[in-house]
Protein backbone atom coordinates (compact mmCIF):
# COMPACT_ATOMS: atom_id res chain seq x y z
CA UNK A 1 0.00 0.00 0.00
CA UNK A 2 2.76 2.52 0.76
CA UNK A 3 4.58 1.73 -2.41
CA UNK A 4 1.81 2.84 -4.47
CA UNK A 5 0.87 5.92 -2.43
CA UNK A 6 4.69 6.78 -2.73
CA UNK A 7 4.22 6.21 -6.83
CA UNK A 8 0.93 8.13 -7.06
CA UNK A 9 3.03 10.93 -5.28
CA UNK A 10 5.78 10.13 -7.89
CA UNK A 11 3.54 10.85 -10.88
CA UNK A 12 2.04 13.78 -9.54
CA UNK A 13 5.57 15.34 -9.11
CA UNK A 14 6.01 14.59 -13.11
CA UNK A 15 3.23 15.49 -14.34
CA UNK A 16 2.97 18.77 -12.20
CA UNK A 17 6.82 19.31 -13.16
CA UNK A 18 5.81 18.56 -17.20
CA UNK A 19 2.72 20.72 -17.28
CA UNK A 20 4.38 23.57 -15.64
CA UNK A 21 7.45 23.21 -17.90
CA UNK A 22 5.34 23.26 -20.93
CA UNK A 23 3.01 25.89 -20.52
CA UNK A 24 5.13 28.31 -19.96
CA UNK A 25 6.18 29.21 -23.31
CA UNK A 26 6.60 32.38 -24.92
CA UNK A 27 8.20 34.10 -28.23
CA UNK A 28 11.73 35.58 -28.20
CA UNK A 29 11.20 38.93 -30.39
CA UNK A 30 14.87 38.79 -31.40
CA UNK A 31 15.48 35.28 -31.97
CA UNK A 32 11.43 34.18 -33.31
CA UNK A 33 11.71 31.33 -31.25
CA UNK A 34 9.35 29.42 -29.13
CA UNK A 35 10.86 29.31 -25.43
CA UNK A 36 9.82 27.12 -22.75
CA UNK A 37 10.62 30.42 -19.35
CA UNK A 38 9.55 30.52 -16.02
CA UNK A 39 11.18 33.63 -15.33
CA UNK A 40 9.23 37.11 -16.71
CA UNK A 41 12.29 39.64 -18.07
CA UNK A 42 12.12 41.75 -14.70
CA UNK A 43 12.81 38.60 -12.57
CA UNK A 44 15.63 38.08 -15.27
CA UNK A 45 16.99 41.14 -14.18
CA UNK A 46 16.71 40.92 -11.01
CA UNK A 47 18.45 37.31 -10.44
CA UNK A 48 21.20 38.73 -12.33
CA UNK A 49 21.69 41.44 -10.31
CA UNK A 50 21.30 39.91 -7.30
CA UNK A 51 24.12 37.06 -8.39
CA UNK A 52 26.14 39.54 -9.84
CA UNK A 53 28.49 40.65 -6.85
CA UNK A 54 29.06 37.18 -5.79
CA UNK A 55 29.82 36.00 -9.11
CA UNK A 56 32.69 38.56 -9.35
CA UNK A 57 33.99 37.86 -5.83
CA UNK A 58 34.98 33.95 -7.50
CA UNK A 59 36.90 35.89 -9.70
CA UNK A 60 38.94 38.18 -6.89
CA UNK A 61 36.22 40.75 -7.61
CA UNK A 62 36.26 43.54 -10.01
CA UNK A 63 39.57 44.51 -11.73
CA UNK A 64 40.95 47.58 -9.90
CA UNK A 65 41.62 49.95 -13.01
CA UNK A 66 38.08 52.40 -13.73
CA UNK A 67 39.79 53.17 -17.48
CA UNK A 68 39.74 49.48 -18.18
CA UNK A 69 36.29 48.81 -16.75
CA UNK A 70 34.94 51.96 -18.44
CA UNK A 71 36.10 50.64 -21.76
CA UNK A 72 34.85 47.04 -21.65
CA UNK A 73 31.88 48.65 -20.77
CA UNK A 74 31.21 51.49 -23.37
CA UNK A 75 32.63 48.29 -26.19
CA UNK A 76 29.88 46.32 -25.02
CA UNK A 77 26.91 49.44 -24.61
CA UNK A 78 28.31 50.14 -28.18
CA UNK A 79 27.37 46.81 -29.40
CA UNK A 80 24.08 46.86 -27.46
CA UNK A 81 22.79 50.29 -29.16
CA UNK A 82 23.68 49.66 -32.78
CA UNK A 83 22.64 46.21 -32.76
CA UNK A 84 18.86 44.56 -33.17
CA UNK A 85 19.91 43.40 -29.27
CA UNK A 86 18.72 47.08 -28.17
CA UNK A 87 15.26 45.53 -28.84
CA UNK A 88 15.78 43.25 -26.03
CA UNK A 89 15.55 46.02 -23.07
CA UNK A 90 18.14 44.44 -20.52
CA UNK A 91 19.91 46.76 -18.78
CA UNK A 92 23.39 45.44 -20.11
CA UNK A 93 26.41 46.16 -17.46
CA UNK A 94 29.90 44.85 -18.62
CA UNK A 95 32.20 43.46 -15.87
CA UNK A 96 36.37 42.80 -15.87
CA UNK A 97 37.12 40.52 -13.01
CA UNK A 98 40.36 40.93 -11.39
CA UNK A 99 41.28 36.83 -12.35
CA UNK A 100 45.13 37.26 -14.29
CA UNK A 101 44.75 33.32 -14.77
CA UNK A 102 41.24 32.00 -15.75
CA UNK A 103 40.37 32.74 -19.62
CA UNK A 104 36.95 33.06 -19.41
CA UNK A 105 33.30 35.26 -19.84
CA UNK A 106 30.03 34.50 -19.07
CA UNK A 107 26.61 36.29 -18.76
CA UNK A 108 23.80 36.35 -16.16
CA UNK A 109 20.23 36.27 -17.33
CA UNK A 110 19.04 39.87 -17.10
CA UNK A 111 22.15 41.75 -18.89
CA UNK A 112 24.87 40.87 -16.18
CA UNK A 113 28.30 40.16 -18.66
CA UNK A 114 31.52 39.34 -17.50
CA UNK A 115 34.76 38.90 -18.78
CA UNK A 116 38.59 37.84 -17.01
CA UNK A 117 41.47 39.74 -17.19
CA UNK A 118 43.13 36.91 -18.12
CA UNK A 119 40.83 37.00 -21.45
CA UNK A 120 41.45 40.12 -22.08
CA UNK A 121 44.90 40.20 -21.97
CA UNK A 122 45.04 37.39 -24.57
CA UNK A 123 43.49 39.90 -27.17
CA UNK A 124 45.00 42.39 -29.40
CA UNK A 125 41.83 44.82 -30.77
CA UNK A 126 38.47 45.87 -29.94
CA UNK A 127 36.85 43.68 -31.98
CA UNK A 128 38.14 40.71 -30.96
CA UNK A 129 36.73 42.07 -27.45
CA UNK A 130 33.30 43.12 -28.92
CA UNK A 131 33.68 39.22 -30.46
CA UNK A 132 33.55 38.11 -26.66
CA UNK A 133 31.25 40.37 -25.38
CA UNK A 134 28.63 39.95 -29.15
CA UNK A 135 28.98 36.15 -27.80
CA UNK A 136 27.53 36.81 -24.18
CA UNK A 137 25.20 39.17 -25.13
CA UNK A 138 23.40 36.49 -27.64
CA UNK A 139 23.28 34.42 -24.64
CA UNK A 140 21.35 37.32 -23.25
CA UNK A 141 19.39 38.10 -25.60
CA UNK A 142 18.17 34.73 -26.28
CA UNK A 143 17.32 33.94 -22.82
CA UNK A 144 20.03 31.31 -22.60
CA UNK A 145 19.94 31.60 -18.89
CA UNK A 146 15.97 31.28 -18.22
CA UNK A 147 15.79 28.32 -20.40
CA UNK A 148 18.53 26.16 -18.31
CA UNK A 149 16.59 27.06 -15.34
CA UNK A 150 12.95 26.07 -16.42
CA UNK A 151 14.69 22.58 -17.98
CA UNK A 152 17.06 22.58 -14.10
CA UNK A 153 13.97 22.99 -12.28
CA UNK A 154 12.02 20.21 -14.30
CA UNK A 155 15.36 18.25 -14.16
CA UNK A 156 15.26 18.63 -10.46
CA UNK A 157 11.42 17.74 -9.99
CA UNK A 158 11.70 14.36 -11.62
CA UNK A 159 14.56 13.65 -9.78
CA UNK A 160 12.38 14.08 -6.67
CA UNK A 161 9.87 11.83 -8.04
CA UNK A 162 11.96 9.42 -8.90
CA UNK A 163 13.41 9.61 -5.21
CA UNK A 164 10.25 9.07 -3.70
CA UNK A 165 9.06 6.44 -6.05
CA UNK A 166 12.20 4.53 -5.07
CA UNK A 167 12.65 4.70 -1.36
CA UNK A 168 10.91 2.07 -0.64
CA UNK A 169 14.66 0.24 -0.36
CA UNK A 170 17.49 1.31 1.98
CA UNK A 171 19.95 3.11 -0.50
CA UNK A 172 18.14 2.34 -3.44
CA UNK A 173 16.03 6.35 -3.50
CA UNK A 174 19.37 7.79 -3.18
CA UNK A 175 20.86 5.71 -5.78
CA UNK A 176 18.01 6.30 -8.29
CA UNK A 177 17.68 9.98 -7.95
CA UNK A 178 21.40 10.68 -8.29
CA UNK A 179 21.80 8.60 -11.66
CA UNK A 180 18.56 10.71 -12.48
CA UNK A 181 20.62 13.93 -11.96
CA UNK A 182 23.30 12.59 -13.60
CA UNK A 183 21.47 12.02 -16.88
CA UNK A 184 19.88 15.58 -16.08
CA UNK A 185 23.24 16.84 -16.37
CA UNK A 186 24.29 15.49 -19.38
CA UNK A 187 21.32 16.78 -21.22
CA UNK A 188 21.64 20.27 -20.40
CA UNK A 189 25.33 20.03 -21.21
CA UNK A 190 24.10 18.64 -25.09
CA UNK A 191 21.28 21.52 -25.00
CA UNK A 192 24.40 23.88 -24.27
CA UNK A 193 26.14 22.79 -27.37
CA UNK A 194 23.63 23.88 -28.92
CA UNK A 195 23.07 27.35 -27.65
CA UNK A 196 27.14 27.87 -28.19
CA UNK A 197 26.13 28.09 -32.06
CA UNK A 198 22.80 30.18 -31.59
CA UNK A 199 25.01 32.99 -29.44
CA UNK A 200 28.11 32.71 -32.25
CA UNK A 201 25.56 33.63 -34.56
CA UNK A 202 24.04 36.55 -32.80
CA UNK A 203 27.24 37.32 -31.93
CA UNK A 204 28.37 37.94 -35.45
CA UNK A 205 25.19 39.82 -36.34
CA UNK A 206 25.46 42.34 -33.45
CA UNK A 207 29.00 43.17 -34.11
CA UNK A 208 28.81 43.85 -37.46
CA UNK A 209 25.69 45.54 -36.85
CA UNK A 210 27.95 48.09 -34.62
CA UNK A 211 30.88 48.39 -36.80
CA UNK A 212 33.24 45.80 -35.90
CA UNK A 213 35.39 43.82 -38.15
CA UNK A 214 33.78 40.22 -37.73
CA UNK A 215 37.54 38.50 -38.28
CA UNK A 216 37.47 39.58 -34.29
CA UNK A 217 35.19 36.74 -33.81
CA UNK A 218 37.42 34.43 -35.61
CA UNK A 219 40.84 36.00 -33.96
CA UNK A 220 38.99 35.38 -30.85
CA UNK A 221 38.07 31.36 -31.44
CA UNK A 222 41.67 30.94 -32.69
CA UNK A 223 42.91 32.31 -29.89
CA UNK A 224 41.06 29.94 -27.30
CA UNK A 225 42.08 26.91 -29.56
CA UNK A 226 45.77 28.00 -28.99
CA UNK A 227 45.11 28.02 -25.39
CA UNK A 228 43.68 25.21 -25.34
CA UNK A 229 46.48 23.27 -27.05
CA UNK A 230 48.88 24.97 -24.99
CA UNK A 231 48.11 23.07 -21.73
CA UNK A 232 44.83 22.73 -19.66
CA UNK A 233 42.09 24.36 -21.21
CA UNK A 234 40.82 27.54 -20.63
CA UNK A 235 38.26 28.06 -18.30
CA UNK A 236 35.72 29.26 -21.27
CA UNK A 237 35.45 26.21 -23.11
CA UNK A 238 34.15 24.42 -19.74
CA UNK A 239 31.25 26.91 -19.23
CA UNK A 240 30.83 27.15 -23.02
CA UNK A 241 31.21 23.72 -24.43
CA UNK A 242 32.79 23.64 -28.01
CA UNK A 243 30.66 22.29 -30.68
CA UNK A 244 33.35 20.59 -33.41
CA UNK A 245 34.25 22.98 -36.41
CA UNK A 246 32.51 26.13 -34.42
CA UNK A 247 35.62 28.25 -36.39
CA UNK A 248 34.82 26.61 -39.94
CA UNK A 249 31.14 27.70 -39.39
CA UNK A 250 31.96 31.46 -38.46
CA UNK A 251 33.74 31.42 -41.15
CA UNK A 252 31.26 30.12 -43.46
CA UNK A 253 28.81 32.43 -41.71
CA UNK A 254 31.09 35.78 -43.02
CA UNK A 255 31.62 34.34 -46.37
CA UNK A 256 28.10 34.21 -46.81
CA UNK A 257 27.20 37.62 -45.46
CA UNK A 258 30.04 39.04 -47.25
CA UNK A 259 30.74 37.68 -50.29
CA UNK A 260 32.77 40.07 -51.94
CA UNK A 261 34.72 40.75 -48.82
CA UNK A 262 34.70 43.06 -45.55
CA UNK A 263 33.27 46.46 -46.44
CA UNK A 264 36.24 48.61 -45.30
CA UNK A 265 34.04 51.07 -42.91
CA UNK A 266 33.87 47.75 -40.71
CA UNK A 267 36.80 48.13 -38.48
CA UNK A 268 38.64 46.05 -36.00
CA UNK A 269 39.79 48.88 -33.45
CA UNK A 270 43.16 47.84 -32.96
CA UNK A 271 44.76 51.29 -32.36
CA UNK A 272 42.27 51.99 -29.78
CA UNK A 273 42.92 48.81 -27.87
CA UNK A 274 46.27 49.46 -27.77
CA UNK A 275 46.47 52.36 -26.46
CA UNK A 276 44.39 51.51 -23.52
CA UNK A 277 44.84 47.59 -22.75
CA UNK A 278 48.58 46.58 -22.95
CA UNK A 279 49.54 49.57 -20.54
CA UNK A 280 47.43 48.91 -17.93
CA UNK A 281 47.03 44.96 -17.64
Not at 164 to 191: C, K, M, P, T, W
Amino acid sequence: MRSLVRLGIALLLVLFGLVSYCANTVENPITGEKQRVQLSAKQEVALGLRSAPQMASQHGGLYPDQTLQQYVDQVGIKIVKNSEAQKSGYPFDFHLLRDPQTINAFALPGGQVFLTAGLLKRLSNEAQLAGVLGHEIGHVVARHGAEHLAKQQLGQTLVTAVGVAASDQEGRGAQAAAIAAAVNQLVSLRYGRDDELESDKLGLRFITEAGYDPRGILELMKILGSARQGGSPPEFFSTHPNPDNRLQRLQTMINQQYPNGIPPELQDGRDRFAQIVPPRL
